[in-house]
């Protein structure tokens, strides 16, 4: 089995930064794309950041020069690195993993985090 816990979610001020990780754990041999999304209060869940396996990134246009997504394959870890955070960035932010696989071979695909809060308020 393998699962996603995030952490680094919190309060902060406008302006502030946040660092949120996200932690693969299980008997994991590979896992392919790697991305952060959120969910705001009444609205769809949007990806953040994006990130392959071989360190290619993209960002939606909203965060592009405020957040950066990186990744530690030996760790299984993958970041994002918020900073000029503003209000609307307040949202529940999820780990995805969209392909993962396993050292007896297993693959699972889509996998999600429980997500964790973040909250830019002054």
């Known amino acids: 089995q393998v699962q996603l816990v995030e952490s680094g979610g919190g309060l902060v001020q406008p302006g502030g930064s946040l660092r949120l990780s996200c932690v693969a754990s299980?008997?994991?041999?590979?896992?392919?794309?790697m991305g952060w999304y959120r969910q705001a209060p009444g609205k769809q869940r949007e990806l953040v950041a994006a990130?392959?396996?071989?360190?290619?990134?993209n960002y939606t246009d909203s965060v592009s020069g405020r957040f950066t997504i990186s990744r530690d394959n030996t760790k299984n870890t993958v970041y994002l690195q918020m900073d000029s955070l503003k209000p609307e960035d307040t949202a529940v932010y999820y780990c995805?993993?969209?392909?993962?696989?396993?050292?007896?071979?297993?693959?699972?695909?889509?996998?999600w985090g429980q997500g964790t809060l973040v909250t830019v308020s002054s």
């Open positions: 995805n993993a969209d392909r993962v696989q396993t050292i007896n071979g297993y693959k699972y695909l889509g996998v």
């Open positions: 299980g008997r994991i041999f590979s896992i392919n794309a």
């Open positions: 990130i392959t396996s071989g360190g290619r990134t």
